[in-house]
């Protein structure tokens, strides 16, 4: 049984910076892919970072040079390390999950591939 459980988050003025967690158990190995997703008030879940098995990695282009995803595979840990955040950022924060490997592909982050999901975790930067 797979299961996501997030930490982290909080709220931070424009320019700070979080770190979310997300601890996953039920994987084996590699082949996985893992990603952050986001919803603000009013507006559709969307993709902010994924990453492989394989390391391999894909970045919403909002975020590119801003955010990282990273992954502990001895831990079974995802982290999100978000940098110069700004009040477009704020959202409730998901992650999520997939037992499949890409075949050396970037991962998705399209929402319908994702079939676990973390409770979420809320991210506000005043400005």
């Known amino acids: 049984q797979v299961q996501l459980v997030q930490s982290g988050g909080g709220s931070v003025r424009a320019g700070g910076s979080l770190r979310l967690s997300c601890a996953a158990s039920?994987?084996?190995?590699?082949?996985?892919?893992m990603a952050w997703f986001r919803q603000a008030p009013g507006k559709e879940r969307e993709g902010v970072a994924a990453?492989?098995?394989?390391?391999?990695?894909k970045y919403a282009d909002s975020v590119k040079g801003r955010f990282a995803i990273s992954v502990d595979n001895a831990a079974n840990r995802m982290s999100l390390q978000m940098n110069g955040l700004t009040p477009d950022d704020t959202a409730m924060y998901y992650c999520a999950a997939r037992s499949t490997a890409v075949g050396g592909s970037r991962p998705p982050l399209q929402i319908y591939f994702y079939h676990n999901w973390g409770q979420g975790t809320q991210v506000t930067v005043s400005s």
């Open positions: 990453i492989a098995g394989d390391a391999i990695t």
């Open positions: 039920g994987y084996v190995g590699s082949r996985y892919c």
